[in-house]
T-cell receptor, first 111, second 115 residues
Framework: QKEVEQDPGPLSVPEGAIVSLNCTYS??????FMWYRQYSRKGPELLMY????GNKEDGRFTAQVDKSSKYISLFIRDSQPSDSATYLC???????????FGAGTRLAVHP | NAGVMQNPRHLVRRRGQEARLRCSPM?????VYWYRQLPEEGLKFMVY????????ESGMPKERFSAEFPKEGPSILRIQQVVRGDSAAYFC?????????????FGPGTRLTVT
C-alpha cells in the first residue's frame, strides 16, 4: 500500500463548478497535510497546508483533513479556467524534511 | 525576492555522459531538497542538504548519483554515466533556516533527456 494515494483523474468541470480533490494516506502519525498546484512544465507551487484535523480556508480554496478516516480534501469554489493544472497532495515525513507526494490529479476547467 | 532558481532548464545528454544540475535556494533559505519526477509519475524525494552537510539521502540511487551544497555557491546534483532511465524532471526546493522544513518552495525544474 502506498503511503499517499491520489486519483490521477483527469477531472474535467465547467467554469464556476465546485471541485473536490482527494487523497488518502496510511500512516496515522502524519500531522501536516500540504496541497501543491503544478502547471504544465512548471514547478509545484505551495497552495496551502493544514495541521492535524479540521478545515482551512484561503479565498476560493478550502483544505480539509479527516484524521479518523485518513482522508484529505481540497475544494475549489467558483472554479476558473486558470485553475486548470495538476493538484498534488503532499505529506511531510521523516522529521518533516521529506515530502511524500500523491500522484497528482489533473484538473481541466472549461469555459 | 527571487524564488528558487535552477539551471539549466533543459539538458540533453548522451548515454554515458555526466549531468550537472544546479540549484540556488530562495534568499534567506539554507535548506535544499532535490526531487525527481519521472514521466507519468509523482514527485519522489531524493536528498536533503544543508550548507556543507547531507542530512538525508535516503531517496538517492546508490550508484552514479551524488549531491552537494557547498559553503559558497549553488547546490549541485550530479549524475554520472547517465542512462535513458534517468530522463526526468529534477526539482529543487528550499526552506528557511529556523523555519518549517515541510514548507518547501520549488524551483522550475531541470528537464533531463538522455539520448
Amino acid at each position: 500500500q502506498k503511503e499517499v494515494e491520489q486519483d490521477p483523474g483527469p477531472l474535467s468541470v465547467p467554469e464556476g463548478a465546485i471541485v473536490s480533490l482527494n487523497c488518502t494516506y496510511s500512516n496515522s502519525a502524519f500531522q501536516y497535510f500540504m496541497w501543491y498546484r503544478q502547471y504544465s512544465r512548471k514547478g509545484p507551487e505551495l497552495l496551502m497546508y493544514t495541521y492535524s484535523s479540521g478545515n482551512k480556508e484561503d479565498g476560493r480554496f478550502t483544505a480539509q483533513v479527516d484524521k479518523s478516516s485518513k482522508y484529505i480534501s481540497l475544494f475549489i469554489r467558483d472554479s476558473q479556467p486558470s485553475d486548470s493544472a495538476t493538484y498534488l497532495c503532499a505529506i511531510p515525513s521523516g522529521g518533516y524534511n521529506k515530502l511524500i507526494f500523491g500522484a497528482g490529479t489533473r484538473l481541466a476547467v472549461h469555459p | 525576492n527571487a524564488g528558487v532558481m535552477q539551471n539549466p532548464r533543459h539538458l540533453v545528454r548522451r548515454r554515458g555522459q555526466e549531468a550537472r544540475l544546479r540549484c540556488s535556494p530562495m534568499k534567506g533559505h539554507s535548506h535544499v531538497y532535490w526531487y525527481r519526477q519521472l514521466p507519468e509519475e509523482g514527485l519522489k524525494f531524493m536528498v536533503y542538504l544543508q550548507k556543507e552537510n547531507i542530512i538525508d539521502e535516503s531517496g538517492m540511487p546508490k550508484e552514479r548519483f551524488s549531491a552537494e551544497f557547498p559553503k559558497e555557491g549553488p547546490s549541485i546534483l550530479r549524475i554520472q554515466q547517465v542512462v535513458r532511465g534517468d530522463s526526468a524532471a529534477y526539482f529543487c526546493a528550499s526552506s528557511p533556516l529556523g523555519g518549517s522544513d515541510y514548507e518547501q518552495y520549488f524551483g522550475p525544474g531541470t528537464r533531463l533527456t538522455v539520448t
